[in-house]
């Protein structure tokens, strides 16, 4: 792990925004370098020389590759065209909920879920409605059914789930879909984290549902979770129907040149899906499911906590014992007193339904992940008993 080029360079939360000696389990972004054919890729564009503009919807190499990729390992109904780059899984959700949503129009939301999702309903200047949602368990479709009012436009999910580590199945997928087709909604499925799946865990894509369901729903994917390269800030876009598709691009920025993708970005993407990325990824995610297990094991060793083992993603969406310190609170002596930071699971990250709970990312290496462990267990075994959810 290249530690000093991740104290300089990686933020949001991270090394580079810790004090010396906080172990940051924080955002879920990998402590290692992008995989070699990756970086090969970028150096042979950058030796090449020439930067001209791309085109809006993104190269051909991107959107080919792409949607091969999405056949290919997804089993999704997609050709090219029905496949834009775009600056981030987190651009692709603003741009469809901006391209979907009127002003008050009404869109479900997990909760808990990642903030991105109500907040970039909201950016559009629509409303989110929460739906809760448990690590295990039915989905609770009486529920749904009654947070439907005559403005309800929109579905998102997030599959896998960030923060509960659970992948839906094709039944769940196909059940809320027929839902969705019966109350005229339209679905926007977040599946950035769909290349952190653990067998034998099987994710479904959206776009692997029979042609009525997947084309009420776009896709939204991204490079930052399975090859660690959140910085190049690349995603994308995907729909069964290209027409449908290139409405969509039309009504972004990209072909004005306001907005796009770095062609560098996207030449990055496409080696990510070579056969050479894909073994990468299929190692990454080894490494991943042992530092998984080594997690929960030490979770499940300290008193009072609730975990459960994610399926995919990887981070530990973690119960703190009940009537005791806040998520906050804990999150801050951690940092404070232990030298360990995690996330809390306050309802600015997971929505309300994060209360009681703390994130934490295990994308790191062993040596690293059990230090962060016992500097957890070391923090739990201090604290005052009586510490009041207010201190
Ligand atoms: C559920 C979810 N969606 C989107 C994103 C954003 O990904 P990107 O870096 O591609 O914008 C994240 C990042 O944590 C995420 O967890």
Redesign the pocket.
């Known amino acids: 792990m290249p530690l000093a080029l991740l104290r300089e360079r990686a933020f949001n939360q991270r090394w580079a925004e810790q004090p010396e000696g906080v172990i940051p389990l924080t955002?879920?972004d990998p402590d290692f370098p992008a995989a070699e054919v990756i970086r090969e890729a970028l150096v042979a564009h950058v030796r090449e020389g020439v930067f001209s503009y791309g085109p809006p919807g993104g190269l051909p190499l991107f959107r080919e590759t792409v949607a091969r990729d999405l056949r290919q390992r997804r089993g999704a109904a997609v050709e090219p065209g029905g496949v834009m780059a775009v600056n981030?899984?987190?651009?692709g959700?603003a741009l469809v909920a901006r391209h979907w949503l009127q002003p008050g129009d009404e869109a479900i939301v997990w909760d808990p879920?990642?903030f991105?999702?109500p907040h970039t309903v909201r950016a559009a200047g629509g409303v989110p409605v929460l739906w809760p949602i448990g690590r295990h368990g039915p989905l609770d479709l009486d529920g749904l059914e009654r947070l439907i009012t005559p403005r309800t436009r929109l579905l998102c999910l997030?599959n896998p789930h960030?923060p509960l580590g659970r992948c839906f199945s094709r039944q769940e997928l196909e059940a809320l879909g027929r839902f969705c087709l019966a109350h005229g909604l339209r679905v926007l499925s977040?599946e950035?984290?769909s290349d952190i799946v653990y067998p034998p865990e099987v994710f479904t894509s959206w776009l692997a549902l029979e042609p009525a369901l997947a084309a009420i729903g776009v896709v939204?994917q991204?490079?930052?979770?399975g090859f660690a390269l959140?910085g190049l800030?690349v995603?994308t876009v995907a729909m069964a129907d290209p027409e449908a598709l290139a409405a969509l691009l039309a009504s972004s920025d990209q072909p004005s040149t306001v907005d796009g993708v770095a062609t560098l970005s996207q030449v990055a993407a496409a080696a990510a899906c070579s056969a050479e990325g894909l073994a990468w990824l299929a190692a990454f995610l080894e490494h991943l499911r042992q530092r998984r297990d080594q997690t929960i094991a030490a979770l499940a060793a300290i008193p009072g906590l609730t975990v459960s083992s994610p399926d995919a993603t990887y981070v530990a969406f973690v119960g703190l014992p009940a009537g005791g310190e806040s998520a906050e609170a804990l999150v801050q002596r951690l940092r404070q007193e232990h030298g360990l930071a995690l996330v809390p699971g306050s309802p600015r990250w997971f929505g309300p339904g994060g209360a009681g709970h703390v994130r934490l990312c295990f994308a790191t290496g062993e040596g690293i992940l059990a230090e962060g462990l016992r500097r957890f267990a070391a923090g739990m075994a201090a604290a005052k008993p009586g510490r009041s959810p207010s201190c």
Do not use: I, P, T
């Open positions: 955002a879920a981030s899984a987190a651009a959700l879920v990642d991105l999702l997030c960030n977040d950035v984290w939204v991204g490079f930052s979770k959140a800030r995603g």
